[in-house]
């Protein structure tokens, strides 16, 4: 399992990366983190546990977690910044929307290059 805590810049809200290999690995170290329907019946997901975001992707299929997963996964996470830190999404100007989809995504791939 790989995890990666990350604090975005401008705002400075911090949020984890989980890469997962396999469905226990995730419940061990998550136990206390109740999902209805469960985690494991997904791909990925964002969640807020105690006001820290938190982005998981599970890596036990071949080629997960793939750009789509992480695409997805990722503008779900810009979206509970914005709500922690009371910025409306803007259709006229989506430059900082944008701006931090890219540094998040770019993060998630540094942290699976590495590894």
Known sequence: MITKKYKTPL??????????D???????????????????????????????????FSAEKKG??????????????VNNIFIQISHDLDRYNDEPEA???????DKIHELLNKN
Request: aromatic share 18%; no cysteine; hydrophobic share 40%.
């Open 22 to 56: 396999n469905d226990q690995e995730f419940q061990e170290k998550f136990k206390d983190f109740h999902f209805d329907p469960p985690i494991t019946d997904f791909d990925g997901g964002v969640f807020n546990k105690k006001g820290h975001l938190y982005i998981v």
């Open 99 to 105: 701006y931090l989809l890219g540094w998040i995504v």
């Open 64 to 77: 997960n977690p793939t750009p789509g997963i992480i695409a997805h996964e990722a503008k779900h996470l």
């Open 11 to 20: 705002y400075g809200t911090p949020f984890t990366i989980v890469i997962y």
